[in-house]
């Protein structure tokens, strides 16, 4: 069985240190980067290469609370619903009047509120696994959502409020440099603080987490409530980028993030993966899709390409294991 | 050692998945019907020859493919070369990254059916600001996101039309019911309300609009909502379905429960789909405009622009093709350019046109 | 997944092995869950009665059932694959890619009797099926990523077969059509089939060795594998099960609606999941009736029909729909725990 220790303290060999799966994912992210500048010639080109950027990052927010969540073994399929939630209420309130500043807090309250709920209700019933919690709220919160807007769109924000999605500083996107902030700060509090170490442990064997004094429901509590705030924020983001809003955005998210948390070798059996795959993986299906979206492939073969991809990426780890001879027990 | 070899030999592997995918593109865009046509490695100045683009709604919808085909034709008839475009899942978000990806390519005009009136502003203002020509076609998005609009038929007419339908259907009295598609259908919605308008003339006293349902153009739900409506008024004479899927899901239903001379149905629906129940007389007729002329139409408008021959202003005539020549109204804040009048399908021509699209 | 699922098991009420003394206990209280459940449902059936007379009329309920038939013959494969902790998220492209292979060989060939479509959709299913089981039991990926993958693929595929055109009613033979609208003894042909698949089904859960070896498997993989049941074989073979229902689905699905798109019956695997969840099929393995399942659809065939009926704006369905669903779950929850306290308290005596 592969162990389950923290990634971190493993003895880092020269060998050890290659066969890392971050560095298959940069083959990949290079193998795509040859291909995409070998089927057209708009692709090698600073400003496409940067507004590409721009048009796939918006989800990648909530990509790193989620890696948290699939190290502790779970999984948060509500977060398309929140985007939707948060970003309606959001518009709501200021067509009512209520002034833009304001109305972004609320968006980003109701959010952490939206993914309270979820890890509370994941931890107070237990006999529940997140995948029936999660799957509930997502039509719960998305129900709110037309409850509230029926079928109308609002929009008419700000202009400043434009820049989040849009804007630059410098020439590099806005958008780009929050999420770098965000996955800096997400990738410390992961791998650099003792509350990561704990998600991992968590992750790795919840029971012994628990008789070892680890917190277990709080952190759980913590990480889902993060997800909520980061919807909240791809919600900013993706109400900007739109410049209005209704209460069918978003919709599929959550298999985007998720696929893209596990094609970051994060393993859903919990326990284990880093933040670097899983941004690493934000910039490959992001590129993946610009890159065969610039020869204006059909939209049935993108499906079969990224479905591929998928899988690919899970068995190559599996097919390793046998090889070697150690057992890869999945269930 | 061997993992070593086992990760080279997957990165081999995932190098040629890849490149396998790249090629498979080609081949599929070079035969498949309706797939988007693979301009890799063509410089846009190449002889002149400019490229204009279309997305439609979603992929897997034969109206759109018709749309895209009719578009495609219009677009080489002028010597240019077209691209097709539509996301797998109707979103405004998707076709935002399409929007992006044809900013990229420096293409020179843009038609699109739009997801959402207005949440394809920003993308689309960027591609103006990048020179490229917008128009939209069949669903519209608002003025300031477009030069102008391509409508396949005044809504004001379709409403009214499907009312004047009905009355004669029904001999002037009776329950009717609206089966519309999703509740934020733009177009369906605007339809609807020229249909309550045209319903507010007197001589349409006795007849009484109970109810409008939505079966989200999902076809079991559009099968449960005209059941619903079936049983919650016995006495309902007559179904209008503005939306393909509702039409003929109705349709089924009608005719699965023997109910043709009893409730009669009406709407906006394909022939290929509708022809069963418009022989069999549970729909006597239907409309629809020819979703081949609303795309060729479109070409010629994108392709009018990209030539400096129209500006989008009012009152600027161009020739469109077989269409003839095409006048520039006024449409809101907006402008458009009319297709024409919805087209009435009966079982007199029907044969002929279900084999058509 | 796995150190959670070991928590999850420890709590759960084994349906399974090892459980003598609990069984009479927790089968009754199992049997009060799905009383409750009835109870719910009987209560909507009145309220949306008084509320709509034509509810509870033969007719109706009728195609109630007719609707549901669709359904629960998919809540079946989602419950055995459930049992054995797995999800299959790539049932509602499954049943888009059989159909739409049944309706074009049907279009291209309208003299074929339609039981040959039927069987061709159920092949096509089937394969789809093996090539997830092999993915889940012998790759070892695990249930949700293989079918979110494999989802994607399928649905890819089915717009390829396609090239994006619908097959309409008038280019599908009448006999193909009534296979969903004809009926055996006056009852539609689609309930027939469903009491087909649930009898053969209830058979093969309680009644043959392989199909107690499915609630092995998920109670504990580990010490089934121990007592020499191939969990790998067994894996494989639900996922199959569940392939070859969704292409007889999908071929009951194109018939019924006389329509076949590529976007057929998109996001519909939430409805089969919740269906069994309602049910009370335990997501963390091991336990799931045919008896709760049956319930569990028809709960949500009769939302879908009643919340039309009662003038529900359509703006509230969803909300109402997943405030249910989320309650049943719940409930579910703290049943079971009144059942672990009971047996706790019967140990200390």
């Known amino acids: 069985m592969e162990p389950r220790v923290l990634t971190s303290k493993k003895p880092l060999t020269l060998k050890g240190f290659f066969l890392q799966w971050e560095w298959m994912l940069v083959l990949l992210f290079i193998a795509v980067i040859v291909m995409n500048v070998n089927l057209s010639d708009y692709f090698w080109d600073y400003n496409n290469l940067r507004d590409a950027t721009m048009s796939f990052l918006d989800k990648a927010f909530i990509v790193l609370p989620m890696v948290f969540i699939i190290i502790l073994a779970d999984i948060d399929i509500s977060v398309g619903s929140i985007v939707a939630l948060s970003s309606v209420i959001m518009a709501d309130l200021y067509a009512h009047g209520v002034p833009m500043e304001l109305a972004l807090i609320v968006c980003l309250a109701v959010g952490t509120l939206c993914g309270y709920i979820n890890g509370l209700l994941i931890v107070k019933f237990k006999e529940l696994s997140s995948v029936i919690v999660t799957l509930s709220t997502m039509i719960i919160y998305r129900g709110i959502a037309y409850i509230l807007l029926k079928d109308q769109s609002v929009g008419k924000f700000p202009k400043w409020f434009n820049y989040l999605g849009w804007g630059y500083v410098g020439s590099i996107p806005f958008i780009l440099i929050a999420f770098a902030v965000f996955a800096v700060l997400f990738g410390i509090l992961l791998h650099k603080t003792t509350f990561g170490r704990k998600v991992y442990a968590i992750g790795s064997n919840p029971t012994a987490s628990r008789y070892s004094g680890v917190q277990v429901d709080r952190i759980k509590i913590i990480v889902f409530t993060l997800a909520g705030l980061m919807s909240a924020v791809t919600a900013l983001f993706l109400t900007s980028r739109m410049g209005s809003t209704r209460p069918n955005i978003a919709t599929g998210y959550e298999l985007d993030v998720i696929a893209m948390v596990v094609l970051g070798g994060i393993s859903t059996a919990g326990g284990k993966g880093r933040m670097i795959g899983a941004i690493l993986a934000v910039f490959l299906i992001g590129y993946l899709r610009y890159g065969l979206g610039l020869i204006n492939i059909s939209a049935q073969t993108l499906l079969i390409v990224i479905g591929l991809l998928l899988i690919f990426a899970v068995s190559v780890p599996k097919l390793k294991w046998k090889g070697t001879g150690a057992k890869g027990k999945a269930v | 050692m061997k993992k070593v070899l086992t990760l080279g030999l997957a990165a081999v592997m995932a190098v040629t998945l890849l490149a396998g995918c790249g090629g498979n593109n080609k081949e599929a865009g070079a035969s498949g019907g309706g797939s988007p046509s693979a301009s890799a490695g063509q410089p846009s100045d190449a002889g002149g020859k400019k490229r204009l683009a279309i997305i439609f709604k979603n992929t897997g919808n034969p109206y759109g493919e018709k749309q895209m085909e009719g578009f495609k034709k219009a677009v080489e008839e002028n010597g240019d070369e077209a691209i097709l475009k539509a996301p797998d899942q109707p979103t405004a978000e998707a076709q935002i990254q399409m929007i992006e990806e044809l900013i990229s390519q420096k293409v020179d005009a843009i038609a699109i059916a739009a997801n959402d009136p207005d949440a394809l502003q920003p993308a689309l203002q960027k591609a103006m600001n990048a020179g490229i020509k917008v128009i939209s076609l069949d669903s519209a998005v608002n003025a300031q996101s477009r030069i102008t609009h391509v409508n396949q038929a005044d809504p004001e007419r379709i409403g009214r039309t499907l009312i004047q339908g009905v009355s004669e259907m029904i001999g002037g009295e009776g329950e009717i019911a609206i089966l519309s598609a999703t509740s934020q259908a733009t177009n369906q919605n605007t339809w609807i309300e020229w249909m309550k308008k045209e319903l507010e003339d007197p001589k349409y006293a006795n007849i009484k609009l109970v109810k409008v349902a939505y079966g989200d153009d999902l076809r079991d739900k559009s099968v449960s909502e005209t059941e619903a409506l079936l049983k919650s008024y016995p006495n309902l004479k007559a179904i209008i379905a503005p939306t393909t899927v509702g039409i003929a899901a109705a349709g089924k239903v009608l005719t699965d429960k023997g109910l043709k001379d009893k409730v009669k149905l009406t709407g906006l629906g394909l022939p290929s789909e509708m022809a069963e129940y418009i022989e069999s007389g549970v729909c006597p007729w239907m409309y629809l405009w020819n979703p081949i002329d609303v795309g060729y139409l479109a070409g010629y408008t994108a392709e009018a622009l990209v030539k400096g021959e129209i500006t989008g202003a009012v009152g600027e005539k161009f020739t469109a093709g077989t269409l003839g020549e095409k006048e520039i109204v006024a449409d809101g804040d907006g402008t458009q350019v009319m297709l024409g009048d919805p087209f009435k399908f009966d079982s007199g021509n029907i044969a002929e046109w279900k084999e058509v699209y | 997944m796995k150190q959670k699922m070991f928590a999850d098991a420890a709590l759960a009420v084994g349906t399974g092995q090892g459980a003598a003394t609990k069984t009479t206990i927790s089968a009754k209280f199992a049997k009060f869950r799905e009383l409750g459940l009835l109870a719910v449902i009987v209560l909507i059936c009145i309220g949306v009665q008084i509320r709509n007379p034509s509810f509870l009329t033969w007719e109706n309920i009728n195609d109630i059932a007719a609707n549901t038939a669709i359904l629960s013959i998919l809540s079946v494969g989602m419950m055995l694959v459930i049992i ?143 007592s020499g049941i191939k969990t790998k074989r067994i894996l494989w073979l639900v996922y199959t099960i569940m392939g070859g229902l969704t292409g007889l689905a999908g071929v009951l699905w194109v018939s019924k609606f006389a329509s076949a798109q590529g976007d057929t019956a998109s996001g519909y695997e939430l409805s089969v999941i919740a269906a069994c969840v309602l049910g009370g099929v335990s997501i963390a393995g091991g336990s799931g009736k045919i008896s709760g399942i049956i319930l569990g659809a028809v709960l949500l065939g009769i939302l879908n029909n009643a919340l039309p009926m009662i003038n529900v704006s359509p703006f509230w369905q969803n909300w109402i729909q997943g405030m249910i669903i989320l309650a049943a779950v719940v409930f579910n929850a703290l049943v079971k725990r009144g059942i672990d306290r009971n047996n706790l308290m019967r140990r200390k005596i």
Request: charged share 10%; with cysteine; aromatic share 8%.
């Open chain 3, 84 to 226: 054995t902790r797995g999800i299959d998220l790539s049932i509602g492209a499954t049943l888009a890619l059989s159909g739409m292979i049944a309706a074009l060989t049907v279009k291209a060939h309208p003299g074929l009797h339609p039981l040959a479509a039927l069987l061709l959709g159920f092949a096509v299913g089937l394969a789809c099926g093996i090539v997830i089981g092999f993915l889940v039991a012998k790759v070892g990926i695990l249930p949700i990523i293989a079918t979110l993958g494999m989802m994607n693929v399928f649905r890819g595929l089915t717009y390829e077969a396609s090239g994006g055109k619908w097959v309409s009613a008038h280019q599908m033979p009448d006999s193909f059509k009534q296979i969903a609208t004809g009926s055996l003894l006056g009852i539609n042909n689609l309930i027939v089939i469903a009491v087909v698949i649930y009898a053969v089904a209830y058979y093969f859960v309680s009644h043959t060795r392989t199909g107690r070896q499915v609630y092995a498997v998920g109670s504990n993989p580990e010490s089934a594998e121990i």
